[in-house]
């Protein structure tokens, strides 16, 4: 291993600065210098579960939004537009909503009762079309999200088949 941190590990645009950067990162300040940024969305069908379930589910895609977001807009322009997380707080029901400009997608949990629940996503910029309620597949849903937010290209949206 080299002492000198351009020569080690080898960078994209060869940035010293890069050897602190996330690949999510890199992939961030692509995407808004004109280069990929391309991203694609992964769905599944939401189905009712136990309430603590779903609140667990949605507490880890809330987490992982924060710092998703967090890495995201440390690689905008300081004077120009960031991400914004926003929560609904003081109504009883868990959401948040990740917004970038005129877009947006909220994540949240869906009661019917005391007993069930079910996270779904909405978004009038990057939801499946006819799929019914869907939500993030995974915690990785949330980079994809942020390149869909800022990029210029509109992402691929996939509804990933109910397993049997």
């Given amino acids: 291993m080299s002492d000198k941190a351009h020569e080690y590990p080898p960078t ?51 987490t992982r939004a924060e710092h998703v977001i967090s890495e995201a807009n440390s690689m ?4 120009g537009d960031h991400i914004t997380l926003e929560d609904e707080y003081g109504t009883g029901h868990l959401s948040f909503t ?16 005391p007993h069930t629940g079910q996270i779904v996503a909405n978004s009038p910029d990057f939801e499946p079309s006819e799929a019914g309620d869907v939500l993030p597949d995974n915690e ?9 937010l800022i990029g210029i290209n509109r992402p691929d ?8």
């Fill in 12 to 62: 994209l645009q060869g940035s010293p600065h890069d050897v602190v950067l996330t690949p999510f990162m890199v992939r961030v300040r692509e995407a808004t210098s004109g280069g990929d940024s391309t991203a694609t969305l992964v769905f599944r069908h939401s189905r009712p579960e136990r309430i603590a379930v779903a609140t667990w589910e949605w507490f880890g895609l809330r």
């Fill in 76 to 79: 905008l322009d300081p004077n």
């Fill in 98 to 113: 990740l917004r970038w400009r005129d877009r947006s997608v909220c994540v949240a949990v869906d009661q019917d009762d």
């Fill in 140 to 148: 990785a849903f949330m980079e994809e999200l942020a390149v869909s």
């Fill in 157 to 164: 949206i996939h509804v990933k088949e109910d397993e049997k």
